[in-house]
């Protein structure tokens, strides 16, 4: 089972250490790397669905007759979009952050936001 | 022309939104957003109408016929979304133009605008769409620019709320994307009435299972689920209050929407609710976030925050009603999220209010507020008795359905566990009432006189709530006609 589908196995242990990052690490840049493997992972998984036993890119040429199922890697370029529009978006929050705090780190965020509660956004 | 209605409404709000950006005028910005957002609602009257009369709306678009292309299809079960979702949106255009002028600096506020577009048409988006993976996109949409639009509250606190929100629904969309990933590996289609005929013969591939879970986890996120439910209070409260009214009412309504489509059409009640424990999950659930929102509501020190934790409380009630998978109980579901988002809304509108004629929504800073303010004060009191369900008001029309429902299945404890929730949010609106009738008035504040747009608004909102309490046929119906469109066609 694992030989036939090891792709799958790597893709979702990448997810998990994906997700293990942006959980375990306090640091928001940190956070959002996390963040971006896990989704890249997820862009792989959709990748490997759309693989054919010797199929070649789906590209209709002279003498081939297998081609790989081209319907997911579309889907996954959608996806990949939505994921530049969230690293970019986290991107600027954190630009933002770093502005009115002056730290990256959440702990040290938390700590200056409970001495003042009502500190406006720069 | 009218055949183009299912597209139209989705439209709308997507083309104001680079215009609003584009334009750079605070009032162009806002004019727009408002006929976006009329716009959406005519369509949506429209499309119930046809609804009604023509039954089941099925739109291709760009031509390319399912299970090939995209599929709009418009139901039973989604145009109370629609005009639920496009109403609140119209009454929220009318109540932001004075409230964002005051609490978003001005050369931001077109953006404001075309983020709330964009929240709008994605979702607009989710609710009309038959594709998987096009509600996925739509969720993006919607989620983005939720996450931009918290972001431009006043305080820095609302820049770490938003990145929270950020990185916790960033996971919760890509678990749905994985979840229907797995659902395409397993059929090989998207389309969601195709795939509910193709999963019918799968039941017991243990990636469908998979799929089911990855999907219910990432929704649950969206909607706020209790133990998924941290970024919620944060969210709503450092938002500028115009996008806590718009948020708070629909944003949630609109996951659980998603959530109910994927549960009853694609992968069918029968192996959602019967081979898997999603039911006794989601009652456990349902019952922690009602006594858990609604104890940590009455400790909270900020108008906003308590409003916040009370509507993490009335997910539970929602989630009570969808576990039980009876025509009832998801009828009695829908009822509270159409009632729930009217009253919700009128309440963080009056929040709006106060934030603009004190400048706080703390409670200590609110005391007495109702001897100054006693029209919003009554406001306020009003939309807070249809929270803890007390008889002339929506709240409790619906709560009295999901008690109904939780009765004909025998399930005491859920139904214990509503009432000392119910008690419990007696508790928390009493302490709004005990601040800002019962204390002395104690800041010296500029009483300006109240924008006649917000105050407009507010009572819209509030006075719907009494009128769906007085005679609730309109969203008793709606919600019926709902469940059974939902039951009959996924599962038994």
């Known amino acids: 089972m694992i030989g036939s589908h090891y792709v799958y196995w790597l893709t979702f242990a990448l997810m998990m ?45 002279e003498g081939t007759q297998t081609y790989s199922h081209p319907l997911p890697h579309v889907l996954i370029l959608t996806a990949i979009v939505v994921g530049v529009a969230t690293l970019a978006v986290g991107l600027a929050l954190v630009v ?27 | 022309m ?52 023509a039954g089941t709306q099925r739109y291709s678009v760009g031509g390319w016929t399912a299970p090939v292309g995209i599929e709009f299809v418009i139901d039973d079960f989604n145009t109370p979304v629609l005009l639920l979702v496009s109403l609140i949106a119209t ?154 009214v718009l948020l708070s009412a629909t944003a949630t309504k609109v996951a659980i929407y998603a959530l109910l489509r994927f549960a009853f059409t694609v992968f069918s009640a029968t192996l959602v609710f019967g081979v898997m424990p999603i039911g006794r999950i989601g009652a456990l659930l349902a019952v922690l976030a009602m006594l858990i929102g609604s104890a940590v ?24 009603g969808i576990s039980l998978a009876t025509t009832a109980g998801v009828s009695a579901a829908y009822l509270h999220v159409i009632n729930h988002a009217v009253t919700k809304a009128a309440l963080f509108a009056a929040a709006g209010l106060l934030v603009l004629r004190l400048g706080s929504t703390r409670l200590d800073d609110l005391a007495g507020f109702g001897r100054r303010m006693p029209w919003t004060f009554a406001a306020v009191v009003v939309a807070g008795l249809g929270l803890v369900g007390v008889p002339p008001t929506a709240g409790f029309v619906s709560k009295w359905a999901l008690a109904t429902a939780l009765l004909e299945r025998g399930q005491w404890p859920v139904l214990a566990a509503m009432l000392v929730g119910s008690l419990l949010a007696l508790v928390y609106v009493g ?29 819209f909102l509030v006075l719907l709530s009494v009128y769906f309490g007085l005679d609730p046929t309109l969203p008793s119906s709606l919600a019926d006609a709902a469940a059974a469109a939902l039951l009959s066609d996924g599962g038994e």
Request: proline fraction near 3%; include cysteine; charge should be positive.
């Open chain 2, 91 to 244: 009454v929220v255009a009318v109540f932001s133009r004075r409230s964002l002028a005051a609490e978003v600096a001005a050369k931001r506020v077109p953006l404001v605008y075309a983020c709330l577009c964009l929240v709008l048409a994605g979702m607009l988006g989710i609710a009309v769409t038959g594709d998987a993976f096009n509600a996925f996109v739509f969720l993006e949409i919607m989620s983005l620019a939720s996450y931009a639009l918290i972001a431009m509250g006043r305080r820095r606190r609302a820049l770490l709320a938003a990145f929270r929100y950020l990185v916790v629904g960033s996971v919760g969309a890509v678990f749905v994307l994985i979840g229907i990933g797995l659902a395409y590996a397993v059929t090989g289609t998207l389309n969601m009435a195709d795939l509910a005929q193709r999963l019918g013969g799968l039941h017991g591939n243990r990636a469908l299972y998979a799929a089911v879970v990855f999907v219910f986890i990432g929704l649950a996120v969206k909607m706020a689920v209790f133990p998924l439910h941290a970024w919620l209070p944060d969210a709503y409260a450092q938002a500028p209050s115009a996008v806590s």
């Open chain 2, 297 to 320: 509501a009455c400790f909270q020190t900020d108008l906003k925050y308590l409003l916040a934790w009370s509507s993490i409380a009335q997910i539970g009630y929602i989630v009570a």
């Open chain 1, 96 to 122: 933002r952050l770093f502005e009115s705090y002056g730290s990256l780190e959440e702990d040290e965020i938390l700590r200056r936001d409970t001495t003042d509660r009502d500190g406006v956004a720069s």
């Open chain 2, 2 to 53: 009218t055949g183009q209605l299912p597209v139209l409404q989705v439209l709308l709000p997507l083309l104001g939104a680079p215009l609003c950006a584009l334009l750079r005028s605070r009032v162009a910005a806002w004019l727009l957003f408002l006929l976006a957002a009329l716009g959406s609602f005519g369509c949506a009257v429209l499309l119930a109408q046809r609804v009604a009369t």
């Open chain 1, 17 to 61: 250490i994906g997700l293990y990052v942006v959980i375990s690490h306090g640091n928001l840049i940190k956070k959002l790397i996390g963040l971006s493997l896990f989704q890249v992972a997820v862009f792989l998984f959709y990748i490997s669905l759309g693989k054919v036993d010797g199929g070649t890119a789906p590209i209709i040429t």
């Open chain 2, 431 to 459: 302490r709004i009432v005990e601040v800002g009738w019962f204390r002395e008035p104690s800041l010296v504040t500029v009483m300006n006189r109240p924008p006649v747009s917000m105050v407009a608004a507010i009572w």
